[in-house]
């Protein structure tokens, strides 16, 4: 079994049961002791979960985001609006990553109507079904297991396709953004496809609510070292704005 399966593994049950002990999970994942060990460094240096003695617990952060059809249709019109601003970053024959998220299927409503020539590598079914009639555009679709509930591809597969590309851009939509926590996300699945986009990108770009300032998900993507522009709504308070651009992150509003 490979360490990424365990560790979803791992975080399905911690989500179940709260607490989960190492002896108990090296028998079920017929491996060793060590191995659990190893395991579980790594999801504690990724914010899933606090370690303790024997095991581990559920870190007390947000673990819960409704479905893709569900969050699609919440601030739609922010997320339009976030979407336009997309023009500023992006120029013509530019290459692009664009992963699952409801924002990033407005992004690419928005490409579509304003370019002619992109490449967009993408884990996002509903992005490629938006983008396929576009002649003009190279659109990769990186394979790997189907993620129903969020109409996108995850898994090592997904990730190690990922990996043969680079790109110019990429816009990262995560459940929550703070300086101390970094960027989060609700999915480990999720996370692990974000972070990889974030390793191919030269330039990292978060588009997201407001409301997901100063707050943390379950699965850390990455660290806000990485980002280099914040793209939200108007609502930012402006202490918040300060805030991240003095930690040299600029921060883009409509």
């Keep these: 079994m490979l360490a990424q399966e365990r560790h979803w593994r791992i975080m399905e049950q911690l989500r179940r049961e709260q607490v989960v002990k190492v002896c108990d999970l090296a028998q079920q994942l017929a491996v060793s002791a060590e191995t659990i060990r190893r395991d579980l460094d790594v999801l504690e240096q990724q914010g899933c979960l606090k370690k303790v003695h024997g095991g581990a617990v559920l870190e007390q952060i947000q673990t819960y985001e409704p479905k893709f059809e ?7 019109e922010n997320k339009k609006e976030l979407a336009q601003l997309v023009c500023k970053l992006v ?16 992004i690419a409503r928005v490409l579509k109507s304003q370019y002619t020539s992109l490449t967009v590598v993408t884990n996002s079914i509903p992005v490629v079904c938006e983008l396929m009639d576009k002649p003009q555009f190279s659109v990769i679709l990186a394979g790997g297991a189907v993620y129903g509930e969020e109409k996108a591809v995850v898994g ?12 110019n851009r990429y816009f ?6 703070s300086l101390h926590s970094g960027v989060t996300s609700y999915d480990l699945r999720e996370a692990e496809i974000q972070r990889t986009f974030a390793e191919i990108a030269n330039h990292v770009v978060v588009f997201c609510q407001s409301g997901a300032f100063d707050s943390a998900s379950l699965v850390k993507v990455c660290d806000l070292i990485r980002v280099e522009e914040i793209v939200t709504d108007s609502e930012l308070p ?3 704005r300060e805030r991240y651009e003095s930690a040299g992150i600029a921060v883009l509003t409509p």
């Excluded at 569900?70 to 739609?76: I, V």
């Excluded at 990262?172 to 953004?177: D, E, N, Q, R, V």
């Design 91 to 106: 120029v013509e024959g530019d290459s692009i990553a664009l992963d699952a998220g409801t924002t990033s299927l407005e």
């Design 156 to 167: 090592g597969v997904c990730v190690e396709q990922i990996r043969q590309y680079r790109v």
């Design 70 to 76: 569900e969050r699609k249709h919440l601030f739609s």
């Design 172 to 177: 990262l939509t995560p459940s929550g953004i």
């Design 238 to 240: 402006q202490e918040f």
